[in-house]
C-alpha cells in the first residue's frame, strides 16, 4: 500500500487545517493509521493514531485537545483536523501505517511523502 498525505499549507495562528491521507489499498480492520510531524531541527513527533477497526484515537499530548483524528473506511482515508493552531505547529505533516497501536514512528511500516503546514504568527 501507498500513502499519500495533501491538504498543508499556510495559515495564521488560531487558524483550522485538515490534512488527509489517501491509501492506494484497502486498509484492513486491524491497521493503525497515525499522523507524525517533523519540524525543522527537531526529531519526528507523534500527533495521532486512529484505530481502523474500532476508530479509537490516541494523540500526543501537544495537539489534545486541538487535533482531531478521523476516517472513511470506504474511501480508505484518514483526516487530521487541526484547530486553533500555534506557530509551534509548524512542521511536515506525515501519515502512517501500523499493525499495532502505537505512537514510536518505529512500529509504522509504510509511510506518505509529507505535507508542509506552516503557521504564521
Known amino acids: 500500500v501507498q500513502l499519500q498525505a495533501f491538504g498543508g499549507g499556510l495559515v495564521q495562528a488560531g487558524g483550522s487545517l485538515r490534512l488527509s491521507c489517501s491509501a492506494s489499498a484497502r486498509i484492513y480492520s486491524s491497521h493503525i493509521m497515525g499522523w507524525f510531524r517533523r519540524a525543522p531541527g527537531k526529531e519526528r513527533e507523534f500527533v495521532a493514531a486512529?484505530?481502523?477497526?474500532?476508530?479509537?484515537?490516541t494523540y500526543g499530548d501537544s495537539v489534545k485537545g486541538r487535533f482531531t483524528i478521523s476516517k472513511d473506511s470506504a474511501m480508505n482515508t484518514v483526516y487530521l483536523q487541526m484547530n486553533s493552531l500555534k506557530p509551534e505547529d509548524t512542521a511536515t505533516y506525515y501519515c502512517?501505517?501500523?499493525?499495532?497501536?502505537?505512537?514510536?514512528?518505529?512500529?509504522?511500516?509504510?509511510w506518505g511523502q509529507g505535507t508542509q503546514v506552516t503557521v504564521s504568527s
Open positions: 486512529i484505530r481502523w477497526s474500532t476508530a479509537s484515537t
Open positions: 502512517a501505517k501500523a499493525n499495532s497501536l502505537s505512537t514510536r514512528e518505529g512500529d509504522y511500516n509504510v
